[in-house]
């Protein structure tokens, strides 16, 4: 799920298909879109159940909601900023904090090496998963969405509804705060 994640002119017609009645367009845009949104939702909330429940009640939010998408934006853009916001919001209402993989911290920087040259030990993951998992939930979505997906600041700030430089800040303390926990735990 790397990259452009968008989903097409096809998108437009389904939302269209939807709003003329025929519930086709959005079991189409169920299908097409379910991985994406489990997998934007899982690496914000740690658990797979939690997940999936999110995952449904982002497509019942969606159902609700999709007479009323404008187009302004792009259909992922959309879902994913859904997504996104439930699965902060599930993480501060019940303080469930997120194991991250390992790689996306592997451009973080200690002393002379690179994290992912640390990593030789089950000790050394565990202390770079501890310090992921306390990152605050925004910042954990937008260091998410940088390394895992790859998403330009603009796209970011699109989706969360917040400026790019309040994008670029929240990503700036992500990787510093990673890099001082790793470093004063290792």
């Known amino acids: 799920m790397k990259g452009n994640l968008a989903g097409g002119n096809n998108d437009i017609d389904l939302v269209k298909q939807f709003k003329n009645g025929d ?3 959005y079991n189409e845009i169920v299908r097409k879109y379910q991985q994406q949104v489990y997998w934007i939702i ?3 909330v740690q658990d797979h159940d939690e997940t999936d429940d999110i995952t449904q009640e982002v497509f019942i939010k969606v159902h609700s909601a999709l007479r009323d ?3 302004e934006s792009n259909l992922f853009t959309w879902l994913y900023r859904i997504a996104t916001n439930f699965a902060i919001n599930h993480v501060r209402k019940v303080k469930v904090k997120n194991t991250v993989s390992i790689e996306v911290v592997s451009e973080v920087e200690y002393g002379e090496k690179k994290a992912d040259e640390l990593i030789d030990d089950e000790r050394q993951r565990k202390i770079l998963e501890e310090a992921i998992e306390k990152l605050p939930p925004k910042q954990r979505a937008v260091f998410n969405m940088r390394y895992y997906d790859e998403l330009p600041y603009d796209e970011i700030s699109n989706i969360l509804g917040k400026s790019v430089g309040g994008v670029k800040a929240n990503y700036f303390h992500a990787v510093k705060k990673i890099g001082g926990y790793v470093k004063g735990k290792l």
Do not use: Q
């Open 23 to 25: 519930i086709r367009g």
């Open 42 to 44: 899982r690496k914000i």
């Open 69 to 71: 998408f404008r187009e």
